[in-house]
């Protein structure tokens, strides 16, 4: 069974930083990209970052481009995500999620962890 | 910079049929788009329905299909029911690696 697993949310300053992690289990995690989706509060999903299964290349949104960064370890089937120089509008939940194979679409979601960025 | 476009709502009695669209602000979806379908209820993560256009993803019931119609990508609930009542996203494949969500769905069934 497919799971997924993100932590490292939480409540930072405008322009501070925070590490979320996403352990995976259930499938061979370096043949598979991975992604890292988005959602304010009471707002839709917004695609945020993808990695290849190899990590690299990656991808993302122009939204968080420069300041945030996608990385994988492979050895211990874990996904991260980088977020520095945290905005407001940064706030959201953040899900990771697995795609269907190297690339494509997402098929298994995390519950997602929760980032709140407020002075 | 282009949209993804999905209705904001629609309503679909218990037992019908409802077809749901995402289309591109600029230019059709094809194949290419690789579109994919997500159900979400408030509070929880989304659940895949289909991805790729047409193909079901695990356990979804065959009540859910995906399509091409035209220049846009669709989503067909038939025989639907109570808890068919969630909010629905498309996302769309744009190239260079980057996915764009639509604006979401909240379909109730009534």
């Known amino acids: 069974e497919v799971q997924l697993l993100e932590s490292g949310g939480g409540l930072v300053l405008p322009g501070g930083s925070l590490r979320l992690s996403c352990a995976a289990s259930g499938f061979t995690f370096r043949t598979y990209a991975m992604s890292w989706v988005r959602q304010a509060p009471g707002k839709g999903l917004e695609w945020v970052s993808t990695i290849t299964g190899s990590g690299d290349p990656t991808f993302y949104a122009d939204s968080v481009k420069g300041r945030f960064t996608i990385s994988r370890d492979n050895s211990k089937s874990t996904l991260y995500l980088q977020m520095n120089s945290l905005r407001a509008e940064d706030t959201a939940i953040y899900f990771c999620?697995?795609?269907?194979?190297?690339?494509?679409?997402?098929?298994?979601w995390g519950q997602g962890t929760l980032v709140a960025v407020s002075s | 910079q282009t949209v993804v476009t999905q209705e904001p709502s629609f309503s679909v009695s218990p037992g019908g049929t409802v077809t749901l669209t995402c289309g591109l602000s600029?230019?059709?979806?094809?194949?290419?788009?690789?579109s994919s379908w997500y159900q979400q209820t408030p509070g929880q993560a989304p659940r895949t329905l289909i991805y790729s256009t047409d193909t079901r993803s695990s356990g979804v019931p065959d009540r859910f299909s995906g399509s091409i119609l035209g220049n846009k990508a669709a989503l067909t609930i038939t025989g639907a029911q109570a808890d068919d009542e969630s909010d629905y996203y498309c996302v769309l494949y744009m190239n260079n690696g980057i996915w764009v969500f639509g604006g979401g769905t909240k379909l109730t069934v009534l």
């Open positions: 999620a697995k795609t269907v194979s190297n690339w494509g679409p997402f098929d298994y």
């Open positions: 600029s230019g059709s979806v094809s194949s290419s788009s690789y």
